[in-house]
């Protein structure tokens, strides 16, 4: 009866569960025997012990921390580490087991390479540069602790950095920077608009000129035209005119009298009480005749 207690004893001693996600090494009196694997397994009772179960799933771990710019200003990060152990191989399973004495000193030399390599990062950079250079920062971070982590065992899968703030001087500080130089571009893009609007007026009023000259020019040459089509059709009609009483052998001063006496009628009609002086006199009329006569005949020498 005691022979079977002890061996029910001993199969349960011997019997091993490793939960899905975990592997589990075994060692024989303090020496790396063998790697389980997820499900049942079994050991030697008390010579074999379980040194430590391994997950190999994702672990994410949260970094707060600061760091100091070239200028001398606090910049503090908030950032998500994600990691995993490379792979459940022997090899592999054994750096991750014996690298560190706990998972604690693992962890806090995971934290302080992190911060080490972003703090190295930003002393290089000046304040204004921290906030439009969060991937180089992230891209050169992993660069430096994917290397370190492989050697231990691990592999960085991501590094997120979700937060990026200064003290609060120094925001105050830049919060005007961004007022002054949004004011500095609102007053250059109203002055640019203004002159837009001026130039627009300008060009505006010039076309108009321009269109009311041309207009002006067109118009007196119509009239220009229309005098000289007048004079053409008079001169045509006392040509005829004169032909016809030549003809007809009378005498052509006639027609000068008749223009005379149009002529002081027109002006009496129109005058709207503008003053012209005019020889009513015999002699005077005479003279004008003459001096009529004698562009008539001029004229019409020049036609024929």
């Known amino acids: 009866m005691y022979i079977a207690i002890i061996l029910l004893v001993l199969v349960a001693l011997s019997v091993v569960t490793v939960q899905q996600g975990t592997v589990a090494i075994t060692t024989i ?16 009772p ?8 391994i997950s190999v799933q994702n672990r994410a771990v949260e970094l707060t921390f600061q760091a100091v710019t070239i200028d001398q200003a606090n910049v503090h990060f908030t950032s998500l580490l994600l990691f995993s152990v490379m792979d459940n191989a022997e090899e592999t399973v054994k750096k991750v087991a014996f690298r560190f004495v706990s998972d604690r000193d693992f962890m806090a030399t995971l934290t302080r390479t992190v911060e080490g390599s972003i703090r ?9 540069e921290i906030l439009s250079l969060r991937r180089e920062i992230t891209e050169a971070v992993k660069t430096n602790v994917d290397h370190m982590l492989e050697d231990w065992g691990f592999h960085l899968i991501d590094l997120q950095i979700n937060d990026i703030t200064f003290d609060e001087e120094v925001m105050r500080s830049m919060s005007k920077i961004v007022a002054a130089n949004n004011l500095k571009a609102a007053a250059e ?20 000129i321009k269109i009311a000259a041309e207009a002006e020019r067109e118009a ?14 008079v001169a ?16 052509t001063s006639v027609i ?3 223009m005379w006496t149009e002529a002081i009628k027109n002006f009496t009609e129109n005058g709207k009480g503008n003053i012209i002086f005019l020889d009513g006199s ?23």
Request: aromatic residues 8%; hydrophobic residues 40%; proline residues 1%.
């Open 282 to 304: 015999v002699d005077g009329m005479q003279k004008t005749m003459k001096e009529m006569m004698a562009l008539s005949s001029v004229d019409y020498a020049s036609k024929k």
């Open 46 to 53: 008390i010579i074999e012990t379980v040194f430590k179960r």
């Open 29 to 44: 009196f303090g020496k790396y025997n063998r790697t389980l694997y997820p499900g049942l397994s079994f050991r030697i």
């Open 120 to 128: 190295a990062f930003v002393a290089t950079k000046k304040q204004q």
């Open 256 to 258: 000068l009298f008749s």
């Open 189 to 208: 893009n109203e002055g640019q608009a203004l002159l837009i609007t001026k130039t627009k007026a300008a060009e505006a009023e010039g076309n108009a």
């Open 236 to 251: 045509k009609g006392m040509s005829q005119a004169a032909k016809e009483m030549s003809d007809a052998n009378l005498d």
């Open 220 to 233: 007196a040459r119509m009239r220009g035209q229309a005098v000289a089509l007048f004079r053409e059709e």
